[in-house]
């Protein structure tokens, strides 16, 4: 039953209807949801730990590859397990506050992880360009700080998510159409003027995703050009091997994010509800999963620490240094 506070309309709480047009394959879905969150965690949890304990790994490439890890871990964890409860267990129901702050974890840190997708590929332009200097311009320090920055750039851009969704009088009922509390999602249940919302979701997105876009093309750009100029083929064979993984990570971030924002502006009513609540799960839980597999198979040093921890030729040290 829906529940109001007379004098500002706000409910008690929302009810998350999960995939609409699908409710009878809810329990389909949650498999290859489940399995691939599972995959995302023992992946990404093996990754921290493989570079937290191996000397061979404390290296810049390495560290933004955690933050990455920990970033993924954040993101699919804000959602899938709700997600399960409510394919499993028809517990629908999420609390308005709780809503909020759902919905300020998954803007925040999918910033995040555009965030990290970009210093990544700064940190490959800088070990292509320049790299006798490598270790001295990406110190650890330099890291640390570029990544709170990337990180406070999230949560200072995605508070005022929080307060426009809060103000905002809800008089349309209290049925969500998704998986979880997005912002827009919330936000068109309200009787209010919206139209701040989308205009200042529309500016984030553009402040966050349009920059870190700017900047990975700017850096593949002179990444190339570097590589192209070199005068053996081995050479620049190893040079593109060593941005393979982080291409492919790119590619797995930002092709459902480029599907959902486009359907939702220009698909108008061709492209069912359903597969729009599928794809930005997916936008959500893909990167995770895929991360760490990626990571695993075409980095060198990750493949070799893993062959050796199931070979048993030699243990990772258990011990902080």
């Known amino acids: 039953m829906l529940m109001l506070n007379k004098t500002n309309w706000t409910p008690a709480s929302f009810i998350l209807n999960g995939v609409p047009g699908l409710e009878d394959m809810h329990l389909w879905i949650s498999f290859p949801f489940c399995s691939m969150y599972v995959v995302a965690m023992v992946g990404n949890c093996g990754l921290l730990y493989l570079i937290r304990y191996e000397d061979s790994l404390h290296r810049p490439m390495y560290f933004f590859l955690a933050m990455l890890s920990l970033t ?16 499993w267990c028809h517990l629908k129901e999420i609390g308005f506050d709780e809503c909020l702050v759902q919905m300020f974890f998954i803007h925040t840190f999918t910033g995040m992880e555009s965030g990290v997708l970009m210093l990544m ?16 311009i990406l110190t650890n320090p330099v890291i640390a700080k570029v990544g709170l920055a990337t990180f406070l750039r999230g949560v200072l851009l995605i508070i005022p998510f929080t307060f426009l969704t809060k103000r905002l009088p809800y008089c349309r009922g209290n049925i969500i159409p998704h998986t979880y509390c997005d912002h827009m999602s919330v936000a068109k249940l309200s009787c209010g003027n919206i139209k701040a919302n989308a205009i200042y979701g529309l500016m984030v997105a ?39 993984a982080h291409i492919c990570a790119i590619v797995f971030s930002y092709s459902p994010a480029f599907f959902s924002f486009f359907s939702h502006r220009f698909g108008g009513h061709t492209i069912p509800p359903s597969c729009h ?40 040290k258990s011990h902080s240094m």
């Open 72 to 87: 993924d871990i954040v993101m699919c964890s804000s959602t899938i397990p709700k997600a399960l409860s409510i394919f």
């Open 121 to 136: 590929a700064l940190d490959r332009y800088v070990a292509i360009c320049y790299p006798l200097r490598y270790s001295t």
């Open 206 to 244: 553009l402040l966050i995703g349009g920059f870190d876009i700017l900047c990975i093309t700017v850096s593949y750009t002179m990444i190339l050009r570097a590589v192209v100029s070199l005068s053996s083929a081995d050479a620049r064979q190893k040079a593109f091997s060593t941005c393979t």
């Open 277 to 316: 609540i599928i794809v930005a799960n997916i936008y959500l839980l893909l990167p995770p999963t895929m991360n760490p597999i990626v990571y695993g198979v075409k980095t060198k040093q990750i493949r070799d620490c893993v062959i050796r921890i199931f070979s048993g030729s030699k243990d990772i």
